[in-house]
């Protein structure tokens, strides 16, 4: 190869501003592909999801109708049981409420019964947002909707401003082996079409768009 193809070569590599996807970048850390699935997505929250204010729950006590009821988790974080009266349920899993509320029951009910559906998860929702922060035109907190991506949320925040380092942004989850940071080429994807990092994303994640350094 001559010198003059080898300069051209590096400099394409390094980048300059307008080089096409980065040469010279290693490869990016990604999620394993059964991290990514669809129908994967809002498994991480739910699996160990504690109950919310406004959260709607179904409590049935086998062969008690009249001891079975839906309501909503009151902004005190109780719930108003027939003969046991109020009962804490913020921050306590449907099986944690369930036992406690078997437990007082069983001294007015014969081996009571109890099984706690959540019909509204208000605190689900929040906890799940997808949040955009940092070299961006606004910092945002989104709803979550299935099979949204990366370059989804970056558009809602309006695409990065001037002084992003786009192709050093990084993805934040949070899975059952602990937190997880993953990259993410966004220069790459929104330039030049390469939607290798274009993640789909799940419930809670968080992009990170840093600055360049001057």
């Not at 988790?73 to 944690?96: F, H, N, Q, Y």
């Not at 939607?195 to 001057?214: A, H, K, Y």
Request: some cysteine; proline content about 6%; charged content about 20%.
């Amino acid at each position: 190869m001559k010198t003059n193809q080898i300069f051209f070569t590096f400099m394409m590599c390094i980048g300059l501003g307008s080089g096409p996807v980065g040469c010279a970048m290693s490869k990016p850390n990604l999620p394993a592909p059964s991290e990514t699935g669809i129908n994967n997505a809002p498994k991480v929250l739910v699996d160990s999801y504690k109950m919310a204010v406004g959260d709607q729950i179904q409590i049935n006590v086998w062969k008690n109708p009249e001891l079975s009821l839906s309501e909503p988790i009151r902004p005190d974080g109780k719930i108003s049981m027939p003969l046991v009266g109020d009962v804490m349920a913020v921050g306590l899993t449907p099986e944690e409420l369930s036992e406690i509320i078997e437990e007082q029951l069983s001294a007015y009910v014969k081996s009571p019964n109890v099984t706690i559906i959540l019909t509204s998860l208000q605190g689900h929702a929040f906890l799940s947002r997808i949040r955009v922060t940092g070299s961006v035109t606004k910092n945002i907190s989104l709803t979550y909707h299935q099979g949204m991506t990366v370059l989804d949320a970056i558009l809602e925040a309006g695409s990065v401003d001037l002084y992003a380092d786009s192709n050093n942004t990084k993805l934040h989850r949070r899975t059952k082996s602990g937190n997880k940071t993953y990259d993410i080429r966004l220069k790459n994807i929104m330039h030049y079409g390469d939607m290798r990092t274009n993640i789909i994303l799940m419930p809670g994640d968080i992009i990170t768009v840093p600055e360049r350094g001057f």
